[in-house]
Each structure stands twice: as C-alpha cells, then as structure tokens.
C-alpha cells in the first residue's frame, strides 16, 4: 500500500499543501519565469509557514507581473513602493528588494548562460552546502533552507517526496536522467 509524505500525512485537512505536493513540488521546471517565481516564493516563505504563501500565490503572480524576469528587474522605486502597500503579497523591504535584485542577476547569468535553468543545470549535481555556497555567492536572501527548498521543490536535490509516495514515480518519470542521477 502506497503512503503520501510524512508532509501530506502532518497536514491532511489543508488542500492548500496537497494540491502543491500533487502538481508542483518537486516537478522540474524548465522555464526560467517558473523558476524565477518558485525562488521568490521560498524567499518569501523565510520566517512564514508555507501555507501563507500558497494562499497568496495568486496575489504575488498578480503583483510581481507574471514573475517575468525582464519586467521585476527593470522595477524602481514607484514598484517598490507598490509592493510595499500591497496587502495580497508579502510586505517586507529585504524580500521585495529580493525579487528585484535577483531578477537582475538572472539577467546577468544569461549573458553567460542564455537562461537561468541553463545555469542551474552547468551546476548541478553539488551537494545542499555547495549550492548554498553558490547561491550566496550569486543572490541575495538565498540562506541554506531558501536553498534547499528551491532546489527540492525543483527537482534539483532529492527528498521532495518519500519512495513510497504515489507522486514519487510521477516526479521520477518527468525528471530528465540526468537530474534522477544525484
């Protein structure tokens, strides 16, 4: 007989959660906007419990314009200021500038990368430290747990689901080979 996650299992009245472990987490993502988002989000997600953000999910799409790159980087000062009064979204002055600055960085990775998925995948297999290392190295507001969730929660490092899991086979089969090898 086939279990959820400890996760699913912690949490089995909260549709919320069941709906991102059955859809969302752990899938790979191959554009760079999904990638770009699910990185805000954990971001986002620092101090908060995971719930919060899902429920908001929509208000930051709406807010954050789609998460498409180009457009978050190019934000100024009026944005910021928008942000910072929008009730729907996460009102913290680190993790605004977050969205922004890094959204800028992904702009820079593409001049060597042509995206950031492509950077991802120059980079993988490393371990939960030496992603952490890099991400440091490269954004802003990438602590070791933002890390390692967004790089769980994209397929990038292992653990999202238990083997027993019905969506453990699911997210197998759509991982590339490559990525199954850690």
């Known amino acids: 007989m086939t279990s959820y996650c400890e996760y699913c299992n912690s949490h089995p009245e909260d549709t919320y959660n069941q709906v991102y472990h059955d859809t969302q987490y752990g899938f790979p993502l191959n554009?760079?906007?999904?990638?770009f988002e699910r990185l805000i989000l954990e971001i986002n997600q620092a101090g908060l419990s995971w719930i919060t953000i899902l429920k908001?999910?929509?208000n930051f799409r709406r807010a954050y314009d789609g998460?498409?790159?180009d457009v978050v980087a190019n934000y100024g000062e009026k944005d910021r200021a928008r942000l910072?009064?929008?009730?729907?979204?996460?009102?913290?002055?680190?993790?605004?500038n977050a969205a922004i600055v890094n959204a800028q960085k992904i702009l820079e990775l593409r001049k060597d990368h042509s995206s950031?998925?492509?950077?991802?995948?120059?980079?993988?297999?490393?371990?939960?430290?030496d992603w952490t290392k890099l991400f440091r190295k490269t954004f802003v507001f990438t602590g070791g747990e933002i890390v390692n969730e967004f790089l769980m929660s994209t397929g990038y490092?292992?653990?999202?689901?238990?083997?027993?899991?019905?969506?453990?086979?699911?997210v197998t089969a759509q991982s590339p080979a490559?990525?199954?090898?850690r």
């Not at 490092?157 to 238990?162: I, Q, S, T, V």
């Not at 490559?178 to 090898?181: G, I, L, Q, T, V």
């Open 31 to 35: 554009d760079d906007n999904l990638l």
């Open 56 to 58: 908001k999910a929509d």
């Open 67 to 69: 998460f498409q790159i």
């Open 84 to 96: 910072l009064t929008d009730a729907g979204v996460i009102r913290n002055k680190l993790k605004v």
């Open 116 to 129: 950031f998925k492509s950077w991802l995948d120059l980079h993988h297999p490393l371990t939960k430290d």
């Open 157 to 170: 490092l292992a653990g999202a689901h238990e083997e027993g899991c019905p969506i453990y086979e699911t």
């Open 178 to 181: 490559w990525m199954r090898a």
